[in-house]
């Protein structure tokens, strides 16, 4: 079976003993990705170039020879360790190919950036010995570079998953470090692959109830085999209006007051609110397709003016509205553990019956039921995620025959 990876980022907090070597760090960084940043805007010939390929020139360009080679170019402050300056010369690299594809897809004259705000990332070589509560760093100290051994807070790292670049964050006064993992999954095939072996598929319908996704296991005879609805949207709702009333409430003491960030306290606690909901959702449907062995969630999506209408009607702070951010976390969740998220159009999936395939001729809003033309009755939510389901299989289906008729 094929097998794949994911990359996940760790939030750590970082406790550094040097805070004045650090801070001298940052800004030679970001000196040094000006430095390339401004070399590369007169380089047009190796804008298309990848990212290997433009370092190896502007190493050419300002590295020193073993043969007696003299650079085009001094970096800031001489000579750089050459991961630091690699790290450098891959955010300038980063910055100039966007700017020249944006331009291009636009047929405009390309715009640059006056500067770019670059975070100092530790490529290897500029960090070691990390751990789930300590990390060594090479900082700049205005002369010479010193290893500064630092403290780490957070969540431990995955027994089984590969540290990357870790790049500094500023988190108000906080200083965090961003650690990329990369932990291999232990299936990578297909949907197609995954059909044609009889996988399970897990179809999925959000709502705007107190139900936040519905969900529906099915085999690959439309046949199903278990349903869960993953509940928390009323409560969501409610401690959302809670805090939101406060906000407005304090606004009418703080809109005048000349502070950068009022109300903060109130925001964040919205944010964590829309996460915390969000990743209890995503992980209730992924522990659920392993409990049921699916490993096929199949979301449903509409036209982008239909979309838009309905999560304005929903309202911000709603159910529904949550849907966006749960898709999110639900997909790279679902992959780490193996499992392929895919999205099939669900336009009028609604008003036929799963059952039979007759119209829908009524619906109960206060029971949430509806009621076909054979007589047929379930929950509306329940009836769509199974009408997914079964447009995905229909989809596969129809291809594998086209396929094999033309072979």
């Known amino acids: 079976m094929k097998t794949g990876y994911s990359i996940k980022t760790w939030r750590m907090r970082l406790f550094c003993p040097e805070q004045d070597m650090l801070a001298k760090t940052e800004q030679l ?19 298309k170039d990848n990212l290997l390929s433009i370092q190896r020139e502007l190493e050419l360009l300002t590295v020193p020879g073993r043969d007696g080679r003299v650079p085009l170019y001094t970096p800031p402050h001489g000579k750089l360790p050459v991961y630091f300056r690699r790290s450098a010369m891959n955010k300038a690299g980063i910055a100039v190919k966007s700017a020249a594809v944006v331009g291009e897809n636009q047929k405009k004259k390309i715009v640059f950036p006056e500067k770019i705000d670059a975070s100092l990332t530790f ?19 205005g002369k010479k570079w010193k290893w500064i051994s630092s403290q780490l807070e957070g969540r431990p790292f995955p027994v089984n998953g590969t540290v990357l670049s870790p790049s500094l964050s500023h988190n108000g006064k906080l200083l965090m470090l961003h650690v990329p993992v990369k932990q291999e999954n232990s299936d990578a095939r297909t949907a197609k692959e995954r059909v044609q ?31 869960k609805s993953c509940r928390g949207g009323n409560t969501y709702r409610y401690r ?18 000349n502070v950068p960030h009022a109300d903060q306290k109130h925001y964040l606690y919205l944010k964590h609110l829309n996460e915390h909901f969000a990743h209890k959702a995503s992980r209730e449907i992924v522990d659920f397709c392993k409990e049921q062995k699916a490993d ?36 790279y969740k679902a992959w780490q553990s193996g499992i392929l998220v895919i999205d099939i159009n669900a336009k009028g999936l609604h008003e036929i019956c799963a059952v039979c395939g007759a119209n829908i001729v009524s619906v109960d809003k206060k029971t949430q039921e509806c009621t076909c033309e054979a007589g047929h009755k379930t929950n509306r939510y329940l009836n769509t995620a199974r009408n997914t389901a079964k447009r995905c299989l229909a989809q596969f289906q129809k291809k594998q025959k086209a396929s094999e008729t033309a072979g």
């Not at 960084?29 to 804008?47: A, N, S």
Request: net charge positive.
């Open 240 to 257: 959302a209006e809670q805090v939101l009333k406060k906000l407005e409430k304090s606004q009418k003491f703080t809109e005048n007051d």
């Open 296 to 331: 096929l969630i199949v979301l449903p999506v509409y036209g982008k003016d239909f979309s838009r209408m309905a999560m304005y009607q929903s309202g911000n702070y709603s159910p529904f509205h949550l849907s966006t951010r749960i898709r999110e976390y639900l997909t």
């Open 29 to 47: 960084y970001q000196e040094t990705v000006d430095f390339y940043y401004k070399i590369l805007q007169t380089r047009q010939d190796i804008w």
């Open 123 to 141: 490529f290897k070589g500029m960090y070691r010995d990390i751990s789930d509560t300590s990390i060594k760093l090479k900082l700049w100290d």
């Open 197 to 227: 072996t009889g996988s399970r598929i897990c179809s999925v319908q959000f709502t705007n109830t107190d139900i936040f996704a519905m969900c529906s296991i099915q085999d690959v005879q439309g046949k199903q085999l278990a349903a």
